[in-house]
């Protein structure tokens, strides 16, 4: 049965915490619509209603221009263990680049990874909790670590290089101003 909430219980950012995956979806007005699955440890509940993750540099920058062009953003937590539960958690995003005035504060809050891109906020409008009888059980083995291993063998400038090639639009054409004009034109 479902249950609806307004803000994340203790009981529930507990229940974040333990989760070694989470996934994010966005979709722009028209277009395509984007679901990822996120690792490692880059999620951090800052409030009853506001959460955040360190968002790691990868093929696509998708959660950034749909973010960018509506801000709407959905992102589920489901339990691979013995105790079932999907929790989804609703509301509008943004991003914040390391450009940014809050990146200071904010990336203090996450472990400094390379590849670093972004932090995602959510700014959660509606929170709910479902059985999740029907997942499967997993037994977690360990975090993957290809993405830290590839950005650090890549490098800063290279990493950048990288945004400007494959993260400044959408694969539906969306800018995702990862990078500012002036970097764009080094």
Not at 24 to 51: E, H, M, Q, W, Y
Not at 156 to 179: A, F, H, R, V
Request: charged fraction near 25%.
């Amino acid at each position: 049965m479902a249950k609806f909430y307004s803000q994340l219980t203790e009981e529930l950012q507990a229940f974040i915490a333990a989760q070694k995956i989470f996934f994010t979806a966005t979709a722009p007005t028209t277009g395509r619509i984007n679901l990822s699955p996120k690792g490692i440890d880059t999620f951090r509940c800052l409030d009853a209603t506001t959460v955040a993750y360190l968002d790691l540099t990868g093929s696509g920058n998708e959660t950034a221009a749909h973010l960018q062009e509506n801000g709407r953003i959905t992102i589920m937590f489901c339990s691979f263990d013995e105790q079932p539960l999907i929790l989804r958690l609703y509301g509008m995003g943004k991003t914040i680049k390391p450009r940014d005035r809050q990146w200071q504060e904010l990336s203090l809050l996450f472990p400094r990874l390379p590849g670093e891109r972004q932090i995602v906020i959510l700014n959660i409008e509606s929170i709910q909790t479902s059985c999740g009888y029907g997942v499967p059980l997993y037994e977690f083995k360990q975090e993957r670590q290809t993405v830290i291993n590839w950005a650090k063998h890549k490098g800063e400038e290279k990493i950048k290089q990288y945004w400007q090639e494959k993260n400044q639009q959408s694969i539906d054409g969306l800018p995702t101003n990862l990078l500012t004009e002036i970097e764009v034109n080094k």
